[in-house]
Nanobody, 124 residues
């Protein structure tokens, strides 16, 4: 099991940028995939991006492709989500999750461990 803590959320104007961090303890990320998901009020939790440390592959949802970048730092056991050109529709609680099988999946049920989330609010 790995413990995950997100940080970096906040309030930003439309068009602005934020960088979220997901720090892990308990296990190293070196054999994991890590995903970012978000959940807006009244909506289901949706996939945002994922990264696999072994293959260095990444995957993005269509709604964030070209605006968000996921990256990882093995030495710091941390995954980042750089969010540019933010829109009010990006407002949500953002969660990171770890998959010990390295599937880099877009499906939330394939992730084993989750963080508590960090709030991102984009004002118009």
């Amino acid at each position: 099991q790995v413990q995950l803590v997100e940080s970096g959320g906040g309030l930003v104007q439309a068009g602005g940028s934020l960088t979220l961090s997901c720090a892990a303890s308990g296990r190293t990320f070196s054999t994991y995939s890590v995903g970012w998901f978000r959940q807006a009020p009244g909506k289901e939790r949706e996939f945002v991006a994922s990264i696999d440390f072994a293959s260095e592959g990444t995957r993005y949802s269509d709604s964030v492709k070209g605006r968000f970048t996921i990256s990882g730092d093995n030495a710091k056991n941390t995954v980042y989500l750089r969010m540019n050109s933010l829109k009010p529709d990006d407002t949500a609680v953002y969660h990171c999750a770890a998959d010990q099988h390295g599937r880099m999946s877009r499906y939330r049920w394939e992730y084993d461990d989750w963080g508590q989330g960090t709030q991102v609010t984009v004002s118009s």
